[in-house]
């Protein structure tokens, strides 16, 4: 079992930063990809990024490339948010998947599952 636990959400303005935290227990993230996930109210649950772990593969949405960071370090997935926008407002969401350790972008590619932390920006 992963257990996995996310910090760092808040309330910013826009164009403001964020930086999230995502940590592992139970099990290193060795041969997973990681990813970021965010759902807003009545919509459904959309891909943000990932990460293989052990060869550093990134993959983003189109919504938040160039804005948006994925890395890496030790048992933790960080998510560097910069030029915040209103539309990034979501509850957001880590996972890990071995099944598909590179590239995987959808929920279901996905095993283990962080209990979400909300972000908020604010016009």
């Known amino acids: 079992q992963v257990q996995l636990v996310e910090s760092g959400g808040g309330l910013v303005q826009v164009g403001g930063s964020l930086r999230l935290s995502c940590a592992a227990s139970?099990?290193?993230?060795?041969?997973?990809?990681v990813g970021w996930f965010r759902q807003a109210p009545g919509k459904d649950r959309e891909f943000v990024t990932t990460?293989?772990?052990?060869?550093?593969n990134t993959y983003y949405a189109d919504s938040v490339k160039g804005r948006f960071t994925i890395s890496r370090a030790q048992n933790t997935v960080y998510l560097q948010m910069n030029s915040l926008k209103p539309e990034d407002t979501a509850v957001y969401y880590c996972?890990?998947?071995?099944?598909?350790?590179?590239?995987?972008?959808?929920?279901?590619?996905?095993?283990?599952w962080g209990q979400g932390t909300q972000v908020t920006v604010s016009s």
């Open positions: 996972a890990a998947g071995y099944r598909w350790p590179n590239g995987a972008r959808a929920p279901g590619q996905y095993d283990y």
């Open positions: 139970g099990r290193t993230f060795s041969s997973a990809s």
């Open positions: 990460v293989s772990w052990n060869v550093g």
